[in-house]
């Protein structure tokens, strides 16, 4: 059965204080795997696709990276304007090449 | 920019009432889907369409309809709201199947 496992469900950083979320995803023909941003009452942003085990991805503070198995979304020296909850999606071939979502991790930035 | 917008925002229903969400975007995108997003679940897919006058069933269509009557519009119609129905309810919309989908904000549905 497709599915993605993010973690951990939270996480709360000191300002500057680097870490990594996980996205770890079972799927038939992955054709892509996209990371979002979602602030509260919003709908989720757009941050990355990854198509292929070993590509990474930077934007700004942001680093994602792909194996076989899971992706890491690392964030480098975070800032309280980071504080959000992010979201992985795997890309399958059912429904359409449906995006299959993860329950995503929400991060808080404390300054 | 536009980009997906959603209305309305925010709306209470009663059980069995019916009602339809609308969904417009502006980037010519072809695909387009309705999703829902409910506390502790992902996001899962209700209806999608591939094109103008198309649509599909995604993982959980049941007690919902859709229609794609121009490229632009995506209309998402409760026929009669059961309190299951009380969600997040986004659309979305991309190029091609596996481009970045693009998120409107949603609208809050509350059913009793």
């Known amino acids: 059965e497709d599915q993605v496992t993010q973690s951990p469900e939270a996480l709360r950083l000191q300002e500057g204080e680097s870490s990594s979320l996980n996205c770890s995803y079972t799927v038939s023909g992955l054709r892509g795997l996209f990371w979002y941003r979602q602030d509260p009452g919003k709908g989720p942003e757009f941050l990355f696709t990854l198509y292929s085990a070993g590509e990474e991805k930077e934007k700004e503070r942001l680093k994602a990276t792909l194996t076989k198995k899971e992706s890491f979304l690392h964030i480098t020296a975070p800032k309280p304007e980071d504080s959000a909850t992010y979201l992985c999606?795997?890309?399958?071939?059912?429904?359409?090449?449906?995006?299959?979502f993860g329950t995503g991790t929400s991060l808080t930035v404390i300054p | 920019n536009a980009g997906v917008t959603q209305t309305p925002k925010f709306r209470v229903l009663k059980t069995g009432q019916s009602m339809t969400l609308l969904c417009a975007q502006d980037?010519?995108?072809?695909?387009m889907y309705w999703y829902r997003q409910d506390p502790g679940m992902g996001l899962r897919l209700i209806h999608y369409?591939?094109?103008?006058?198309?649509?599909a069933k995604g993982e959980v269509p049941d007690g919902y309809n859709v229609s794609r009557l121009k490229k632009q519009n995506f209309l998402l119609g409760l026929e009669s709201a059961a309190p299951s129905q009380t969600s997040v309810y986004f659309c979305?919309?991309?190029?091609?199947?596996?481009?970045?989908?693009?998120f409107g904000d949603g609208t809050r549905l509350s059913i009793l």
């Open positions: 999606a795997v890309q399958g071939n059912k429904y359409g090449n449906q995006f299959y």
């Open positions: 979305a919309s991309s190029y091609s199947s596996n481009q970045p989908q693009h």
């Open positions: 369409s591939v094109g103008e006058g198309t649509t």
């Open positions: 980037m010519n995108h072809e695909y």
